[in-house]
């Protein structure tokens, strides 16, 4: 056989092995076979490589490598020989005969390599059988003893399938130890859940009742007859006019029975922002509160704003209309007395909004918290596990029963979601009004204090109520105070800044007279809080005024720091740079004679100069290094003169090529220079070497491109040493690197020197 | 082969010498062949294999699955193409089986009447071949690894048997008794043998990488151990003084002419020693693949004029020289491990039985016929040879062209 032929054999079977497809080239197949048509000698040499591709730790090889050895099979009776000779390797490598060698991966190919064997084994011996008496062993073998159902679409061994087998009675085992686990979690749990469910109703019950049990509520308390009328805006003012237009008669009927019920009524409607139509139990109890806290208000607000309102005052307004509707209604006393209601005329209009919402007030804060910690049990806890056990009950194929039971469970808990979520309870508030029972006073910790949310309360240190002068009062307590509500700063930061503004001199124009001769009484008090801050107002004012040359000072005069020379401003010095010598301190020998006094020019003029530094101003940089970087970017650094990586900066086009021309020389220069010190010291094969230990690129493909990778050799083969990007294999990159690992060993030597440097004296440390 | 025949003829040559050199030119071209095969009947792997010295016709094979079967190996029916009939089979279906692997099986050495087994099921049975039925049946503490019948014995009828137990059992056919014990050992005895020279000698190989050459009329004890190191101290670590191996010895076989003894070793060695003296002929044979927990069968060729021995070697036979260690071939057939062979005296074949579940016969390839005859057939030998086997034939397609 001539070399020629044989390197163009080698190269074929080369090609085709690695070609990393399914299918052979028909091409290609067609020349192998027209030069093994030629002679044994090629046909010797294309078993040789066949095999040894074959051999080959890569599936799709082998697969190609198989699909070459069945073309030539069916055509030479030498190539046959030649291979039966070997069959039993030959089975190995590609019906995976020997567990101990299983096919390489991928996985895929793997197994369409050995279908595909197995079926061609089969007509094989349908063909050969007879002749070649190897092939029929063969082929016995892979029947009889590994079991090999030929007719079975995955052509599987009988290990195989005992393989699969027991894997499905394990999980099956997995399974149901699973099931058990959870129903006897589940008969655990169960009650708890009941529980909770059963808290969560009640708890919404209270919130929201049912809607029968509201109408007795209605008919039972006359004040929520009120509830029905509209109260869109949460104003603080009192709208007592509009309500009287709104539903005078209601009113004035209640305004007979109980006039004190007014203030409830009304501060209940402004808590109920939108058209409430259903009263909930809660507020009714609440209401005494809450009211009580309003009445406070409204008789501070009344205080202050009586004068300047109309003065119209809603008790006397009211008694007004009582007289009024005596005279009209006499006759339908009768009536109201029977029905309840004012006339036969009068229409209930009975609002009822689509979706609920439940405002958190003070008073249901102690449910709803509960509610919320229900709602969290349930959604991070009770649901996800029955969630979980009907999963298990599912997979493990669990009895009706104890499926049934999990669903339920599953769907109550959904549920009481579902009825949760429809009350659109609103949380924030609760938060705000936490912060702010932080900031009042004692009198609400008290209140609170009886709330069982505890773990808010808590947080917040009962602070001592705090007498006299306070410089900061927050804005939204001055009147609380007594103090001007309008902002001023004098009052804060006269102790700090002393060139500041004057205060301004009472500066709000709405002040109330009847707020200022309160608080003229309040200042004759000297224990009240008003009297220090007016003292201290005074004074300021003084201090002010005292000092006009700061007023006059330019605008923009430098501010520099207080010194000598500024101390000692337009005045002589008069010792200025003398320094005292003290006389001896003993008691008996004194030197001759004592300089008490000595000149030191330096100290002279150092207390009378004074440095001023100027650095100059900051010029941000604009202008980038721009030299070409490796991976075709530009350097990005910005740097005033010079780069660190790249030498001074000079002017550079879009490509980083440098514009001057001695620039461009320079660099190539620089360039070459440095190529040629690289060889010296850096090692391609090292640098290689580094870069697969550390996985960083050091660049050694810029250094040498000498060697050639074998994945370059065979681009179309699928890459086996591809990792897997998983986070297994990230996590193992960073746990078992080495850098890391030698730190851990060093840390964990280094502690137990210590411990031996330490204790060595002792036996049973030493030991160790 | 025409010197050796005239030579014969003008009697220049003892018989003997053509005998030999015919022989050994057939061992030499054993091959796999396509004509002889030997019915299916285990359907587990074959452990052992015995033929019967008389007449060379039947073939016993013992089974990993306890079945016994006794083929016929002669071919009566005048083709090439042959298929050897199980005469009879001791099946799962009989009373009798061995309830586990038949570990031995050999032919009373003077009649086909008579065979004995022994099993890991602990007994060893003493079978009728007309019946089928053990005539009888010895019973142990241990596993049976193996046994022997002297094949030259004619004042005893004693079967040595290798059980579990390191004491090795010394059964007399007359009585249908044990009668002896030979103590010595340390382990299990892998491997026993009568030597085919003196009706007493017996050698035992054991998992202690011991073999002990006993003369069972000496009841104080072995003759001598076999010592891998020739008694040289120096080379011998303590613990290794006066093994054969460095393993446990599972292999033991004597030459035809009971001169020498074979063993191996799961140290994948196997040694060549002079069955008089126990000394170690130290003949290199390599690495005689050996990985077998239980006994290995292998056999060494009979009237050849340099002997052959036929290991079995991972899935393969190897065929070395005896004397000088050589590799002669590998016969490759097997899908499996093979764990017995057998050589036949008579026509130069070699059976051998693996787990693979079949026994392959090894046929010497028939001469091939000379060039005078081929003038006078030549047209008839091509013409019959392409309609014969078509499927030796070449297939090339007209399209590679």
């Known amino acids: ?768 | 082969m025409l010197g050796f025949l005239t030579a014969r003829q003008t009697g220049l040559d003892e018989p003997l010498r053509l005998r030999r050199a015919e022989s050994t030119r057939r061992v030499l071209g054993l091959k796999l062949n396509p004509d002889r095969d030997l019915e299916r009947i285990h359907g587990n792997g074959i452990n052992t294999i015995d033929i019967e010295a008389i007449e060379g016709r039947y073939l016993l094979s013992g089974g990993a699955d306890g079945v016994i079967v006794i083929y016929d190996l002669e071919n009566y029916s005048g083709q090439q193409q042959y298929t050897c009939k199980a005469v009879c089979t001791v099946g799962r279906s009989s009373r009798y089986v061995h309830k586990f692997s038949v570990e031995t099986v050999q032919w009373y050495p003077y009649d086909t009447g008579m065979f004995v087994s022994s099993s890991f099921d602990k007994t060893m049975k003493v079978w009728d071949t007309e019946t089928l039925k053990p005539a009888e049946v010895f019973e142990f503490d241990g596993n049976v690894y193996s046994h022997h019948l002297s094949p030259i014995a004619r004042k005893h009828s004693l079967i040595a048997v290798g059980t579990k137990n390191p004491k090795i059992q010394l059964c007399d056919m007359k009585s249908g008794s044990r009668i002896h014990v030979l103590q010595g050992h340390r382990a299990e005895v892998l491997s026993v043998q009568w030597s085919p020279r003196y009706e007493h000698i017996l050698a035992t190989a054991s998992a202690d990488s011991k073999v002990k050459v006993w003369d069972v009329r000496r009841a104080s004890g072995s003759l001598f151990t076999l010592d891998q190191h020739n008694g040289d101290k120096s080379k011998a670590s303590s613990e290794a003084v006066n093994t054969a191996h460095n393993g446990r010895v599972n292999g033991l076989s004597f030459t035809g002419d009971g001169l020498f003894l074979l063993t191996t070793g799961t140290d994948d060695r196997m040694r060549l020693w002079n069955s008089a003296t126990g000394e170690n002929t130290l003949v290199n044979y390599g690495k005689v693949c050996n990985e077998s927990r239980k006994r290995l069968q292998f056999t060494v060729s009979h009237g050849c004029s340099p002997e052959f021995v036929f290991v079995p070697c991972g899935s393969s036979v190897a065929v070395y020289a005896l004397h000088t260690g050589e590799l002669v071939t590998m016969l490759r057939g097997h899908y499996n491990n093979v764990d017995c062979c057998e050589f036949h005296p008579d026509y130069q074949e070699l059976y051998s039985g693996g787990k693979d579940c079949n026994i392959l016969a090894w046929v010497p390839v028939l001469r091939a016929p000379d060039l005078e005859e081929e003038t006078t057939c030549t047209i008839k030998s091509a013409a019959g040879q392409t309609a014969v086997n078509p499927a030796f034939q070449d297939a090339w397609s007209s399209d590679e062209d």
Not at chain 1, 40 to 62: A, F, G, K, P, W
Not at chain 1, 249 to 274: G, I, V, Y
Not at chain 1, 614 to 628: D, E, I, K, L, Q
Not at chain 1, 668 to 696: F, N, P
């Open chain 1, 1 to 768: 056989m001539e070399l020629s032929q044989r390197e163009r054999l080698s190269e074929l079977v080369e090609d085709l092995t690695t070609s990393g497809q399914q299918e052979l080239n028909q091409d290609k197949i067609k020349e192998l076979k027209k030069i093994c048509k030629m002679s044994s000698d090629c046909i010797d040499h294309v078993y040789h490589t066949v095999m040894s591709q074959l051999n080959q730790e890569h599936s799709e090889i082998r697969l190609s490598a198989f699909q070459i050895a069945s073309e030539l099979f069916s055509r030479s009776h030498h190539f046959r020989t030649l291979l039966l000779d070997n069959f039993q390797d030959f089975l190995e490598l590609t019906v995976e005969t020997d567990s101990e060698q299983p096919l390489p991966p991928p996985k895929e190919i793997a197994k369409k390599l050995r279908s595909l064997a197995l079926r061609t084994v089969q007509s094989w011996q349908t063909c050969y059988g007879t002749e070649y008496k190897k092939l029929a062993l063969g082929y016995h073998f892979l029947k009889q003893v590994k079991k090999v159902d030929f007719q079975d679409a995955e052509s599987r061994t009988i290990a195989q399938r005992r393989m699969e087998e027991e894997r499905q009675r394990r999980m099956e085992r997995i399974l149901k130890g699973r099931m058990e686990a959870a129903s006897k979690d589940m008969e655990e749990k169960y009650q708890e859940i009941k529980a909770t469910l059963t808290e969560m109703e009640s708890c919404m019950r209270l919130l929201l009742p049912d809607f029968g049990i509201t109408n007795q509520i209605i008919n039972s308390s006359p004040s929520t007859q009120t509830a029905s009328n509209a109260y869109p805006s949460d104003d603080e003012q009192p709208r007592y006019s509009e309500d009287v237009k709104d539903d005078r008669k209601e009113r004035r009927k209640q305004q007979k029975a109980e006039t004190c019920q007014e203030d409830k009524k009304s501060c209940l409607k402004k808590n109920n922002s939108q058209d409430v139509s259903v009263k909930m139990k809660q507020e009714l109890y609440e209401e005494e509160g809450v009211c009580e806290k309003r009445k406070d208000g409204n008789e501070k607000e009344e205080e202050g704003e009586g004068k300047l309102n109309n003065g119209q005052d809603p008790l006397n307004k009211n008694s007004e209309e009582d007289k009024e509707e005596d005279n009209v209604s006499l006759h339908g006393d009768l009536f109201i007395r029977n029905s309840g209601l004012i006339s036969h005329s009068y229409s209930l209009d009975l609002n009822l909004s689509p979706g609920f919402h439940v405002k958190e007030t003070e008073d249901n804060e102690a449910v709803i918290s509960t509610v919320i910690d229900i709602h969290r049990l349930i959604t991070y806890k009770h649901l996800p596990a029955v969630q979980g056990w009907v999963q298990i009950f599912i997979k493990a194929g669990a009895e009706q029963q104890l499926l049934r039971r999990a669903l339920d469970l599953k769907k109550s808990l959904e549920a009481a979601l579902q009825k949760h979520r429809e009350l659109h309870i609103d949380y924030k508030t609760r938060v705000r009004k936490v912060m702010k029972a932080s900031l009042q006073k004692r009198e609400d910790y008290d209140d609170e204090d009886d709330d069982d949310d505890d773990e808010d309360d808590s947080d917040f240190d009962e602070v001592p109520e705090k007498e006299g002068y306070e410089p900061h009062v927050p804005e939204h307590l001055r009147a609380e105070y007594g103090l001007d509500p309008s902002p001023s700063t004098s009052a804060g930061s006269i102790p700090r800044k002393r060139s500041a503004a004057p205060p301004p001199q009472s500066s709000c124009s709405s002040f109330s007279s009847r707020q200022l001769k309160r608080l003229k009484e309040e200042e004759q008090d000297p224990t009240s809080a008003a009297a220090t801050l007016h003292l201290l107002g005074v004074q300021t004012a003084q201090t002010s005024s005292s000092g006009p040359s700061s007023e006059q000072k330019p605008v923009d005069a430098p501010v520099v720091p207080f010194g000598l020379d500024l101390y000692y401003w337009g005045q002589e010095q008069p010792n200025a740079g003398k320094v005292i010598k003290a006389t001896s301190q003993h008691q008996f020998w004194v030197p001759a004679e004592v300089d008490e006094e000595v000149e030191n020019d330096n100290l002279l003029a150092e207390s009378r100069s004074r440095y001023i530094s100027f650095p100059g101003r900051f010029t941000p940089v604009n202008h980038f290094c721009r030299a070409p970087l490796g991976e075709g970017k530009l350097c990005q650094r910005q740097d005033r003169r010079k780069c660190p990586f790249h030498g001074s900066i000079v002017p550079r086009d879009q490509d980083g090529r440098p514009c001057r021309e001695e620039d461009r020389l320079r660099e190539e220069e620089e360039k070459r220079r440095k190529a040629e010190e690289q060889l010296d010291w850096r090692d391609a094969e090292l640098m290689r070497d580094i870069e697969a230990e550390t996985g960083e690129d050091l660049g050694s493909g810029r250094v040498a491109k000498k060697g050639k990778g074998k994945k370059k050799k065979y681009p179309n083969l699928s890459d086996l040493k591809q990792s897997d990007n998983t986070s297994r294999s990230r996590l193992e990159k960073k746990v078992f690197n080495k850098s890391a690992m030698r730190r851990v060993a060093e840390v964990m030597s280094k502690a137990d020197r210590r411990k031996h440097d330490k204790f060595s004296n002792q036996f049973n440390y030493a030991l160790k």
